[in-house]
Each structure stands twice: as structure tokens, then as C-alpha cells.
């Protein structure tokens, strides 16, 4: 129970991280109206170009600092890696406080972005401490956490000044570094650079055992395996999930641990883990609430009238219901399971968001139902499309080809969010915003199409066993199901 502790705490401290970036993420959708208009508290008011990059920038600030984190985990480790990530954070937020130019604002946006790269650390570290029981709801706290940073980001961005709310963010922003230091490294980082001693001292810390039990010596063997894997290509029969839970022990490893490029050459079940972890990722971006997150007060401006419910109120419900969606998604990954569970969510976002065209479109029935289904879109959304993948990102990649390829998938999304943020105001403008739920809708059943019949079930299994799902043919993967 006491280890069981020690994780949740641990988990929480690193949730800290991804909520200070989602406090900055969903910031440009309370102070964008202020910043272009003449009453501004910046030097001059923003041009449309400028209000453009203030809404996206911070994608292309992920796509830079994802591949340099992607480096840095390996030879900083989980812990000082995501101090490092919030650290930029920090910075930025400096920035924001002690200038009001245009420029120093669009610098601090990109900062933002960079600072982003705490989302590539934090499913990585928690998922390499944590029991596998409970892997599911603990890795999607990173998820939770950044939904409740763009409440509190609307929230305080609705009811303070510009100037006290800013001072607030950073003082969390420096909170969070301060907590992150007094966490105990990743035991497969001490393992991957040969101080199996540190490493049972993490194990045991973080289970609270004792450093030479023979739960802690079990755990070592589990990451010897993980780090050197037996190929695909070269195995004639796996192990079933029942005998692989049954045979902890015994390994086969290799005399010289595979580089990266040689093990996702010569590694098939890792190629097609990452082809469905991209065409997973992709989904989720243009299944679209990002951008109902980022321009949420904007977007209830359009289409629930003032006098019906403010957009302040509005945004801050659906931020609202993003955290307990949340709390809900990585609930439901651990009980219902990850393939399931999008199958069936990405259904209902698609339903909703044909409903929610319609609506627009129409312009049926009241507009307070508008808001209320695009609540249940966020919900269906979150729950699945918004937690799973990012799920099992930590959960089916061996550990020597984790980070690289995380970074990879990280930064496509970062690409995706920089391309559908900084047309979307565009796009709007030209077509309206009923037909974009169209879209949306389209790309939510493509999605649970897609998981019927790529999408492995991996609730409650170690990285070995999910490997040998992936080579498995695909009427072979149904009948399992």
C-alpha cells in the first residue's frame, strides 16, 4: 500500500509539469481578443498574422524541443530531463511578466512549446516505476493533469487582471521544478547505464520493498528482458500472456545490446507498434478539440449568443469536463481496455460532431444545445482519442527505442497542431464552422475503423508480451479480441 503510494504522489509531482503546460497552451485563448485589440497590454495591438503564430507558434516550439529532449532522456535520465522541460517554462513565463512587446510575447509562446516536451517525458518516467495494474490510469495523469492546466488558464485568465495572473503562472511554473527535484530517477535508466545497485534502490523505493528481495530481483529481470529483447525475426514460437506471467525468469539475451537503427530494422513488431501509434496520433489531433480548446472563447463567441451563457463560462465548463473526461479515460483504460474503449468513443465523437454541423448549419433548436454537444464531443473525445494513444505510446515501445520513437510521434504531432492551429481561423472565415465538425466527424469513424482491425489489446501486459501482438495476423488479432 505504502508503494502503491509513493507512485501516485510521484505521478502527481510529474502531472504538475503537464498542467503548467497546458495553463500556457490554452493562455492565447484568454488574452487573444485583449492582444489585438486597442485597449492591449502589450506595446502595440497584434496584426491577424501575429494573432495567427500567438495561437500556433508553440507548435513549432515542440517540434524543436522534442528532438532534443528525445537526446537529452537518454543522457540526462527521466528526472533531469523534465526539470530541464519545465525550466524552459519558467523562462518563458519570465519573459511574459517583465515584457509587453509583441515580439518578446510571440518569443515566450515559442518557449511554451519547447517547455512541451515534459508531454514526451512524463508517460515515459511514470510508465517505467509504476506496477503494471495500475499503468493504465497512472500514465494518463499527464493527460488529466494538462486539461486541468488549461482550466486553471481560462479560469484565472476570466476573473484576474492580466498582470496578477501571469505572476501566478509563474510562480507555479517555479513550484513545479522545485517538486520535480526530489523525485528518485527511473530504474531503467540506472539499468541502462549499468548501476544495477541504483537501480534496486528505485525499484524498492518506489514499491516499497526491500533493495535485495526477490520482488525487487523479479522487477531487474523484467528490465534486463525489456532492454534486450529477443527479435522477432529470429523467434520460431512467443510466449503466450499466461506463460509469460508464469516465466519472469529465464531471459535470452543478447552478447551486444542493437543500436536504434538496428533494432527498428531488423525489429518488425516494433515498425508496425510505431505505424499504429503515428496513425493513432494523427487521429486524435484532426478528431480536432484542440483547436476548440485553444480558440475556446472565440469559438463560443460564434456560435452560443452572450445572452444565452458567456464564452468565459463556456470555456471554463469545457475545460471543466476535459479534467474529469480525464480522470474518467484513464479509469476506463484499465477496466474496459485500450482497444475498446476507442473504438467505441471515436464512434461517438464522430456522432456528435455531425450533430454539432448540423446544428451550426441549420441553426435548429436553441443554441445552448450547441454547447451542450459539443461538451459531450470534448467527453467522447477525451475519453478516448485523447487518452489511448498517449497510453500506449508508454506502454508498447521497447526501452532502448522508447524515446527516439516517441520524439518522432511527438513531433508529427506537433507538425499536425502547428498546421490545423494556424489554418484553422482561415478556414473558419472562408467555409464557416459547421462544416469543420464535418470533417472532424470524418476522421473520428476513420479512426474507430482503424482500431477494429490494427488496434492490439494491451491492458495489463509487460512490453514483451505487446511485441508478440503485433505479429500477429490481423484475423488472428480479432479472433483474440
Known sequence: MKGLLIQVISGIILGLGCMGFGVSFAWPSTTLLLFKSENTTLNRPMSESEAALFGSLSSVGGMIGNPLMAVLLGR????????????????????????????????????FGVSGSVMLVVPVYISEFCQENIRGIMTSLFVVFNGLGMLVSILLGSILSYHTMTYVFLVMSGAGVVLLSILKESPVVFMQKGKEEEAKKSVAYYRSWDPNSKEVMQEIEKIKRALNPDLDEDKSIFQSPEEEKLNPENPSIPQKPLTFMELLRKSRSTRRAMVVLLVLITAAIFQGLVVVVVYAIPLFSQVVPADVMSPALCSVLLCGINVVSSLLGGFLTDKAGRRMLIIVASFLTGTFCVIIGILIISEWGPKWLIAVFIYLYSISYTVGAGTVPFVMMAEVLLPEVKGYITMLIM???????????????????????GP???VFAAISFLTSGYSIFFVPETKGLSVNVIQTLFLKKRRDLETEQ
Open 411 to 433: 513531433e508529427w504531432a506537433w507538425l499536425c497542431n502547428f498546421a490545423l492551429l494556424y489554418v484553422f481561423q482561415s478556414i473558419v472565415a472562408r467555409y464557416g464552422i
Open 436 to 438: 469543420v465538425f464535418f
Open 76 to 111: 540526462l535520465g527521466r528526472k533531469y530531463s523534465a526539470i530541464l522541460s519545465t525550466c524552459v517554462g519558467l523562462i518563458a513565463w519570465t519573459l511574459v511578466v517583465f515584457s509587453s512587446t509583441v515580439e518578446v510575447i510571440l518569443t515566450a509562446i515559442f518557449l
